[in-house]
């Protein structure tokens, strides 16, 4: 063997060596990485009890027996990538909020173990728990019950079906589950209004003023100066008053605009049914409305009989095409308030046209429920 063939092979051998060491150095900052990745995962959630393949499970279901909440067991399917409920399969679910359901079950944490070989569930109030979450990913079926509250030790008691173990939890799964029906609605959506775009504003207050609002918009003075600015065509013009006879009176114009911008972007705060019948209506109040709002705006729609297209370069044309406005309505019905201990002090609300009845925030609708006719002319 030559001296030259010796040194190669002698520096193949120290690389070879050198790699081993880094390797094991790797393994061993990943191991340490490992480590302290777990010590931090127990110090801020505890011990691992179960885990669980989320993208697997295909039903779930849930009780709770709080009395402060909706009685029942309510289940969940997998329908492709849908999840549907399966007492009303057309029921309008947000999916994101149905998935938060499972995703919190891909792993479970308890404080720690309260009694190992548990003979009286009785006094951890787990004889008859308060909650029960089941779920299955088809060949296998798991339950999590969830007994009393300790106040001292701010945590629930649980155990899993098949073990005898008594865990204390903090409140994740209780607080995942403590939920209603319809605190998974698919809220429908209000109106998109522009408040410059009203043109005639009433209030009907049960038992109070009612609020006869006009937009007169500004003559047109013949010139033609862009008419829209910032994508929005621009009106000016003033509020007034009706009187039952038609006659105006001048609006305080602070006030009006207000008043307007308020019934623009109103915000739902949940649904209550996604289709109400007459009796629900007169349920919540809807047939005799505590307030109704009846805003009568215009729109800006496609002329379809003016669209052309003009040749701007080879193979490229623009598209153009006229609008007209379009007047539409929409009537706001809004109730009777809420008795429900999980949104208590919102009221019932209803649109014209809309099957779902949906609640306002109690401070919402004091906006309109508290208007007084003289407080909204000008000089007053």
Same mark, same amino acid.
């Given at each position: 063997?030559?001296?030259?063939?010796?040194?190669?092979?002698?520096?193949?051998?120290?690389l070879?060596?050198?790699?081993?060491?880094?390797?094991?150095?790797?393994?061993?900052?990943?191991s340490?990485?490992?480590?302290?990745?777990?010590?931090?995962?127990?110090?801020?959630?505890?011990?691992?009890?179960?885990?669980?393949?989320?993208?697997?499970?295909?039903?779930?279901?849930?009780?709770?027996?709080?009395?402060?909440?909706?009685?029942?067991?309510?289940?969940?399917?997998?329908?492709?990538?849908?999840?549907?409920?399966?007492g009303?399969?057309?029921?309008?679910?947000?999916?994101?909020?149905?998935?938060?359901?499972?995703?919190?079950?891909?792993k479970?944490?308890?404080?720690?173990?309260?009694?190992?070989?548990?003979?009286?569930?009785?006094?951890?109030?787990?004889?008859?728990?308060?909650?029960?979450?089941?779920?299955?990913?088809?060949?296998?079926?798991?339950?999590?019950?969830?007994?009393?509250?300790?106040?001292?030790?701010?945590?629930?008691?649980?155990?899993?079906?098949?073990?005898?173990?008594?865990?204390?939890?903090?409140?994740?799964?209780?607080?995942?589950?403590?939920?209603?029906?319809?605190?998974?609605?698919?809220?429908?959506?209000?109106?998109?209004?522009?408040?410059?775009?009203?043109?005639?504003?009433?209030?009907? *207050?049960?038992?109070?003023?009612?609020? +006869?609002?006009?937009? #007169?918009?500004?003559? &047109? !003075?013949? $010139?033609?100066? %862009?008419?829209?600015e910032?994508?929005?065509?621009?009106?000016?013009?003033?509020?007034?008053?009706?009187?039952?006879?038609?006659?105006?009176?001048?609006?305080?114009?602070?006030?009006?605009?207000?008043?307007?911008?308020?019934?623009?972007?109103?915000?739902y705060?949940?649904?209550?049914?996604?289709?109400?019948?007459?009796?629900?209506?007169?349920?919540?109040?809807?047939?005799?409305?505590?307030?109704?709002?009846?805003?009568?705006?215009?729109?800006?729609?496609?002329?379809?009989?003016? *669209?052309?297209?003009?040749?701007?370069? +080879?193979?490229?044309? #623009?598209?153009?095409? &006229? !609008?007209? $406005?379009?007047? %539409?309505?929409?009537?706001?019905?809004?109730?009777?308030?809420?008795?429900?201990?999980?949104?208590?002090?919102?009221?019932?609300?209803q649109?014209?046209?809309?099957?779902?009845?949906?609640?306002?925030?109690?401070?919402?609708?004091?906006?309109?429920?508290?208007?007084?006719l003289?407080?909204?002319?000008?000089?007053?």
């Amino acid at each position: 063997m030559s001296k030259k063939t010796k040194t190669m092979l002698l520096t193949l051998g120290v690389l070879a060596v050198l790699g081993a060491v880094l390797a094991g150095v790797l393994l061993l900052h990943r191991s340490n990485e490992e480590k302290d990745a777990a010590q931090q995962d127990l110090e801020e959630n505890g011990i691992v009890i179960d885990t669980n393949d989320k993208d697997k499970i295909v039903s779930f279901s849930y009780t709770n027996k709080d009395p402060g909440y909706e009685n029942g067991t309510f289940v969940f399917e997998k329908n492709g990538d849908k999840w549907i409920y399966a007492g009303d399969r057309e029921f309008p679910l947000t999916q994101d909020l149905v998935q938060a359901k499972v995703d919190v079950l891909e792993k479970v944490y308890a404080r720690r173990v309260v009694e190992e070989s548990c003979q009286d569930l009785g006094k951890y109030g787990l004889d008859d728990p308060v909650m029960t979450v089941a779920f299955t990913d088809g060949s296998h079926d798991k339950t999590y019950y969830i007994g009393d509250y300790n106040a001292s030790a701010q945590g629930y008691y649980m155990y899993m079906d098949g073990s005898e173990t008594v865990y204390m939890v903090d409140g994740t799964l209780w607080g995942t589950y403590s939920v209603e029906l319809y605190d998974m609605a698919a809220i429908p959506s209000y109106p998109s209004l522009s408040s410059d775009h009203f043109t005639h504003v009433t209030f009907e *207050i049960k038992g109070g003023d009612t609020l +006869d609002f006009y937009f #007169e918009r500004d003559p &047109d !003075t013949g $010139e033609t100066p %862009k008419p829209y600015e910032n994508g929005k065509k621009t009106i000016t013009g003033k509020w007034y008053i009706l009187d039952k006879d038609g006659n105006k009176t001048a609006a305080n114009a602070s006030r009006a605009s207000i008043l307007m911008s308020s019934l623009v972007d109103l915000e739902y705060v949940r649904e209550v049914t996604y289709h109400a019948t007459e009796e629900d209506r007169e349920t919540f109040g809807l047939t005799d409305p505590a307030v109704k709002i009846t805003i009568v705006y215009t729109e800006d729609v496609m002329d379809e009989n003016t *669209i052309s297209q003009t040749q701007v370069e +080879d193979n490229l044309s #623009e598209t153009q095409w &006229d !609008t007209r $406005e379009e007047e %539409k309505t929409v009537v706001i019905n809004i109730g009777d308030m809420t008795d429900s201990y999980t949104y208590s002090d919102d009221y019932y609300v209803q649109l014209d046209g809309m099957k779902e009845v949906v609640t306002l925030d109690e401070s919402t609708v004091e906006i309109f429920s508290r208007l007084k006719l003289v407080d909204y002319i000008a000089g007053k």
